[in-house]
């Protein structure tokens, strides 16, 4: 899965009401390449009138930044535009359907990139109630000079590829989202990223979001308490569609309305990933909660 976060002039994650990224998630690729831009740096050999060797300090090598290469095998308008700042091109309806290439400068858009790899085959860690499949985890907080590159047309199919150079940006911290469930429950970055950080690679076993189409709507909030082994969510917003509500034992319930508590009785403690649905476009919000 992937997920690009639309990124403002400093490198900040744009918010829309609510405090929502701007975010695309999607299956809808083939590969991720990554490669390295390397500096070799300068050697320092000064000799004396003799020839022999009076300063000498050799070259240090160091990344500058990561070439990065996204092939894709589906049109995903919204995710070319927030790659690219290409213009989207609209239907009748206003529904999103393809993008118009130019060849102006890209000087507008960044956007930070996540990546997991495997899927819930892989192998699992933790215990008990805990015990879940693990994902590789990939962040390049800032992709710069996003371009849409060659691409094929074969067999009624159409590959793409997004081009861009991912550096560094301190201006990501420890992210909008959650990305570990740890113990005490979800998690965003434990440390974060830094002046010179480029990518962030990492286990995690909290799964990846669920592809959307277009940009990611804003799901349903709100507050997840505990009472022994009673769970509550008491919604804050919800989506004009309805939601669910995943308690994370298997058991799946309809959301409710704005103020209205949701409750849900567990049989065993522990701490549980509690996922938010947004029925009409599938975007999801991680909650945790820990009963005992």
């Not at 009138?49 to 092939?71: E, H, L, M």
């Not at 799901?219 to 989506?239: D, I, R, W």
């Not at 009785?265 to 990933?273: F, R």
Request: hydrophobic share 35%; with cysteine; charged share 20%.
């Amino acid at each position: 899965m992937l997920r690009a976060t639309k990124l403002g002039p400093c490198g900040d994650p744009v918010f829309v009401a609510g405090g929502w990224p701007v975010q695309v998630v999607t299956k809808g690729f083939v590969s991720v390449e990554y490669s390295a831009e390397v500096d070799d740096g300068e050697e320092i050999d000064q000799r004396d009138a003799n020839g022999d060797s009076c300063v000498y300090v050799p070259a240090r090598r160091r990344i500058k930044f990561y070439n990065v290469t996204v092939t894709a095998c589906r049109v995903d308008p919204e995710l070319y535009s927030l790659f690219t700042g290409s213009p989207i091109v609209v239907d009748e309806d206003g529904v999103s359907t393809g993008l118009r290439v130019t060849s102006a400068v890209n000087q507008d858009s960044a956007v930070a990139l996540e990546l997991w790899s495997g899927t819930a085959q892989k192998r699992c860690s933790g215990s008990a109630v805990n015990r879940r499949p693990r994902f590789g985890y990939f962040l390049l907080p800032q992709i710069l000079d996003g371009q849409i590159g060659d691409f094929t047309i074969e067999n009624g199919t159409a590959n793409f590829t997004l081009t861009g150079k991912a550096v560094e940006n301190p201006e990501w911290g420890t992210g909008p989202y959650p990305v570990y469930l740890r113990t005490a429950g979800v998690a965003p970055l434990a440390d974060p990223m830094g002046e010179q950080d480029l990518l962030h690679l990492d286990w995690t076993t909290l799964p990846p979001p669920a592809p959307t189409a277009g940009l990611v709507p804003r799901p349903a909030e709100g507050t997840l308490t505990a009472n022994g082994l009673k769970a509550t969510f008491t919604a804050s917003f919800a989506p004009p569609g309805g939601y669910t509500l995943d308690w994370g034992d298997g058991w799946v319930t309809p959301g409710v309305a704005v103020g209205a508590p949701a409750t849900h009785d567990y049989t065993e403690a522990g701490t549980y990933l509690v996922t938010v649905t947004d029925t009409a476009s599938g975007g999801q919000r991680f909650l945790s909660v820990a009963v005992a």
